[in-house]
């Protein structure tokens, strides 16, 4: 299975998992239709499935014009997300498996940034890595904004992120880098791990920096790391649901 990264609208990422052997494809959180039909029609591939994590218009706003094109797609979304997944067909919940080629991934849900926030977990096989498409709930070096959920869900739903291996790629779905990695140096300052990320992403210029890594969140992003001393004494808690919320609630003031 090879994943394609497709950028679209101002910093959304856009993923395309192919097949070359069936020549198949299946598209995670299209936010708009053109670049990846201009990818399938580069690749020669047909279209199986649209994989929605959650309702937000810059993941689903593509995904009529692409049904269209591929009729014969399935299109999947958290059974919470009913009526708010353009063309939803399969809704699913914690513990559901879909596939795609020789490769099951399970479903997480995950909720927080929304309500009905669902990832889809691929675990690691032989010699290569676990794949996670965690949409807006974890970013690389930071998470998603609260929209409709609250601090105990998303430390709930990034717990179950934390807990799965450090070998796993993180697909997430906006190129927020460089400024979670500013915020990040201002609460967990003493992390020699997080210092050497954060010239290494300032001296790539503005190269993408997805995937990640979820070893490397785990030592650097202090959204999955509230419970550490470190973090705990930055925000002046000791309880982890305080602390998480009033880290969040710092990253949405900086």
Avoid at 53 to 77: K, L, M, W
Wanted: with cysteine; aromatic share 8%.
């Amino acid at each position: 299975m090879q994943i394609y990264r497709i950028s679209a609208l101002s910093d959304n990422y856009i993923f395309l998992m192919y097949d070359a052997t069936q020549q198949i494809a299946a598209v995670v959180d299209p936010g708009e239709a053109r670049p990846v039909l201009q990818k399938l029609e580069e690749l020669g591939a047909k279209l199986v499935a649209i994989f929605n994590t959650h309702h937000d218009r810059d993941h689903v706003g593509g995904n009529s014009a692409i049904h269209d094109r591929f009729p014969n797609a399935i299109v999947y979304g958290g059974i919470h997300d009913r009526g708010r997944i353009p063309g939803q067909q399969v809704e699913l919940n914690a513990g559901d498996r879909v596939q795609f080629s020789d490769r099951t991934a399970e479903v997480l849900f995950v909720p927080g940034h929304t309500r009905g926030h669902i990832a889809y977990y691929f675990p690691p096989r032989a010699d290569e890595p676990g794949e996670l498409f965690c949409g807006d709930t974890l970013f690389s070096a930071g998470c998603g904004r609260l929209k409709e959920g609250t601090p105990a869900q998303m430390v709930n739903s990034l717990s179950q992120i934390r807990a799965l291996p450090d070998n796993t790629r993180v697909w997430c779905a906006h190129e927020y880098t460089l400024n979670n990695l500013k915020f990040a140096v201002t609460v967990d300052r003493q992390n020699p791990d997080l210092q050497a990320r954060l010239a290494e992403v300032q001296a790539a210029q503005n190269q993408p920096t997805i995937p990640t890594h979820l070893g490397l969140e785990k030592r650097t992003n202090p959204f999955l790391r509230w419970d550490t001393p470190e973090i705990q004494a930055a925000m002046d808690r000791t309880d982890a649901v305080e602390t998480f919320a009033a880290l969040r609630q710092k990253k949405d003031q900086f």
